[in-house]
T-cell receptor
Framework: DVKVTQSSRYLVKRTGEKVFLECVQDMDHENMFWYRQDPGLGLRLIYF???????EKGDIPEGYSVSREKKERFSLILESASTNQTSMYLC?????????????FGPGTRLTVL | KQEVTQIPAALSVPEGENLVLNCSFT??????LQWFRQDPGKGLTSLLL?????REQTSGRLNASLDKSSGRSTLYIAASQPGDSATYLCAVRPLNQAGTALIFGKGTTLSVSS
């Protein structure tokens, strides 16, 4: 079974802090994604990566950056956290050709920025 | 721009009922459609993936259909159980939107009472 893990289930940070969210998948998937989920807005794509050191902006990249130094790991970085980044963050991965294959999701990280 | 709608937003049924969840999308130019389940505070679990060339997929008590030309998909759950209580999300992978992975609906929250 595909396993996507995220470093924290719950995280509380202060405004202005630098925040790292880590995601690891164990199925050698080429593609990895970061979404955020908010009530009334649903899931929205922040960034994705289709290969090591490659990244593409999603629909809402402002205020975020990403890093993919190894195939299995995809990090989401909040350079200076703000209260409007309080959200549920979900990581996903998929195999091979990005458009055809199933995405598998991690358990999510609930981030609160005070 | 592709939009995905799920109606109703919430549904309550007694145990044992067969039920249908609806998903509609505005642009028929898609690669595939995926149905997910999300338990409260958790990540997404992939249920079924239907490629654009397919009409339906089945897994156990679940059957998903796709009518691409009319922009509709349904998820049929047979003999519902309290353990089916969750939020069900559908998502499409558009053909023509660069830099975007899945476009999600806001979900239908299902409650099955015993």
């Amino acid at each position: 079974d595909v396993k996507v893990t995220q470093s924290s289930r719950y995280l509380v940070k202060r405004t202005g802090e630098k925040v790292f969210l880590e995601c690891v998948q164990d199925m050698d998937h080429e593609n990895m994604f970061w979404y955020r989920q908010d009530p009334g807005l649903g899931l929205r794509l922040i960034y994705f990566s289709y290969d090591v050191k490659m990244k593409e902006k999603g629909d809402i990249p402002e205020g975020y950056s990403v890093s993919r130094e190894k195939k299995e790991r995809f990090s989401l970085i909040l350079e200076s956290a703000s209260t409007n980044q309080t959200s549920m963050y979900l990581c996903a991965s998929s195999r091979g050709r990005i458009k055809y294959n199933e995405q598998f999701f991690g358990p999510g990280t609930r981030l609160t920025v005070l | 721009k592709q939009e995905v709608t799920q109606i109703p937003a919430a549904l309550s049924v007694p145990e044992g009922e067969n039920l249908v969840l609806n998903c509609s999308f505005t642009d028929s130019a898609i690669y595939n459609l995926q149905w997910f389940r999300q338990d409260p505070g958790k990540g997404l679990t992939s249920l079924l993936l239907i490629q654009s060339s397919q009409r339906e997929q089945t897994s156990g008590r679940l059957n998903a259909s796709l009518d691409k030309s009319s922009g509709r998909s349904t998820l049929y759950i047979a003999a519902s159980q309290p353990g089916d209580s969750a939020t069900y999300l559908c998502a499409v992978r558009p053909l023509n939107q660069a830099g975007t992975a899945l476009i999600f609906g806001k979900g239908t929250t299902l409650s099955v009472s015993s």
